[in-house]
């Protein structure tokens, strides 16, 4: 009986230690989402102004014509 309790704590002990690493590693996949769509539109809106940038030099230089 002792034997069997003892393997029920441990078994509940190493439960909550996956449950406790599994929420960590969630938070830190939310966080690396987060990141990646910071710089997504970071990137995005770079490219916008690059664009506005090549299409204003176009203007200046006269190859819009």
Do not use: C, I
């Not at 830190?28 to 990646?36: E, G, I, Q, S, Y």
Request: net charge positive.
């Amino acid at each position: 009986v002792s034997q069997l309790a003892a393997a029920l704590v441990a078994k509940r002990e190493l439960a909550h230690l996956a449950e406790s690493k599994l929420a960590e590693l969630e938070a830190m996949v939310a966080k690396r989402t987060r990141n990646l769509e910071e710089a997504r539109q970071a990137a995005e809106a770079a490219s916008v102004a690059k664009s506005e940038f090549l299409a204003n030099m176009r203007l200046h230089v006269g190859l819009g014509h």
